[in-house]
């Protein structure tokens, strides 16, 4: 399949949409809002942790994350995140399980394994772990055999890799440095840990980067036998993350060269057996991602495509964010106050926004169209988007029956563009967003 190109689509940049409202439209929130939430929780939950530190900064990351250097800063973060689960569970009602735990960054690896297996004795002690699926970010670079062990004994059965790209001259160009074997040797260590669904995350769009280079990465990620592959566009945006500042942007591909690069990506999987998931995510047909795109099960939430139903996801850790129905809310992104606040036993929470019935409505509809290509509009919605929407209709990449709007398969890079349209909020979004290929 090729994909048709239709820049003028595509010019304006637009949000993931891994939340809605999405975190540009977060404002001053306090603790009692959080808690109040918490505290009418009921079933099943899923936490997110999240771990501020990796070995190394790449220049491209704009995750909440600084170098792992100084031991003490480590020591300090942990003791403050100990804290915060102890807080957050106290305010819990009992018969809440959690069902899914996963572990991001930053790179959780970044801390060490004892560490680790610490965090993971204070979640116990404080939720009621019910058997859950473990899931963590890994940076090759900072993996060993003692994490491997770790990982291991630990029951954890899904992993990501930071892989971005196996090109060198693109590696230098974005500050990651990993050898072909050191990856390898990574994806030996978790298969032999038990991990049984490995993604591997890849970038377009780098610094020098032709189809060609793109080409090799993904041979060699089918070879090594990743379960699911991420394909994200390169999002260069140094005004807002200014340590994308030492890529310079005269070494970036045009738009038209990453709308190829994409269009191709999606080709070479596809036609290897992959299961497209949404845009830009591809699993294998026994994977439990792709089973759940097939039957309909699909959701997006802060780590991207996921098969999670759970309504309320809780986040841990400085940055981390939460979502219950009617609430998203961020913690404290500066350690320093995140550290500070919970020295003084307060929910170190800063940020986010109520969700109004409306923003529910239309954040279902967004949901529904990037994950099954689909969703029923209703005449309101429809009413207030259909001249919008005339653009990607007259050109096939979507169609309107009754109420319902169809992205049609070679509309699927217009999918955020399409999505963009249903979200009154989007304002600015040259400065706040990246582009949609």
């Known amino acids: 399949m090729t994909w048709p190109y239709h820049p003028e689509l595509l010019a304006m940049p637009v949000p ?46 704009g995750c909440n994350t600084a170098a792992a250097g100084r031991r003490q800063r480590l020591e300090t973060y942990l003791d403050a995140l100990h804290r915060e689960i102890a807080l957050v569970a106290e305010h819990l009602p009992r018969k809440v399980s959690v069902r899914r735990l996963s572990f991001g ?56 890799l930071g892989v971005q790209t196996f090109a060198s001259q693109a590696q230098q160009a974005i500050g990651r440095v990993q050898p072909v074997e050191m990856i390898a040797r990574t994806v030996r260590w978790l298969r032999d840990a038990g991990v049984t669904s490995l993604n591997f995350d890849l970038m377009y769009g780098l610094p020098g980067q032709a189809w060609s280079d793109l080409e090799d990465t993904l041979k060699r990620s089918c070879a090594m036998g990743a379960d699911r592959i991420a394909l994200f566009g390169y999002a260069h945006v140094p005004h807002l993350i200014p340590r994308q500042r030492a890529i310079p942007a005269d070494d970036l591909p045009g738009m038209q060269a990453r709308f190829e690069m994409a269009s191709r990506g999606h080709d070479y999987l596809t036609d290897r057996g992959y299961v497209p998931v949404g845009f830009d995510h591809f699993a294998r047909p026994a994977d439990p991602l792709a089973i759940a795109a097939a039957q309909g099960r699909l959701h997006r939430n802060f780590q991207g495509f996921t098969d999670d139903p759970a309504p309320v996801l809780i986040g841990l850790g400085a940055s981390a964010i939460s979502s219950f129905p009617g609430l998203l809310a961020q913690t404290e992104k500066n350690n320093g106050r995140y550290r500070m606040l919970l020295s003084q036993d307060r929910l170190p929470v800063a940020h986010g926004i109520r969700r109004s019935a409306d923003d529910r409505y239309r954040g279902a509809v967004i949901e529904r169209l990037l994950c099954d290509g689909e969703a029923r509009l209703g005449a309101r919605l429809l009413g207030e988007t259909r001249a919008a929407l005339q653009p990607f209709v007259e050109r096939e990449l979507a169609a309107i029956d009754d109420d319902r709007l169809v992205v049609r398969p070679h509309g699927l890079p217009y999918s955020r563009s399409i999505a963009a349209l249903f979200d009154p909020y989007r304002q600015d979004s040259q400065r706040r967003f990246s582009s949609a290929v």
């Open 16 to 61: 993931r949409y891994t939340s809605y409202p999405t975190a540009a439209e977060f404002g001053p929130i306090d603790g009692a809002a959080f808690m109040h939430e918490l505290e009418r929780t009921e079933g099943d939950i899923s936490l997110y942790v999240h771990i501020p530190f990796c070995e190394k900064i790449c220049f491209y990351c």
């Open 105 to 160: 960054g930053g790179s959780p690896n970044a801390i060490s394994p004892i560490d680790f297996a610490r965090l993971l004795s204070c979640l116990s002690l404080h939720f009621d772990l019910a058997s859950p699926e473990i899931s963590i970010e890994v940076d090759p670079r900072a993996m060993t055999p003692d994490w491997a062990e770790v990982i291991g004994s630990s029951g954890i059965t899904r992993a990501s």
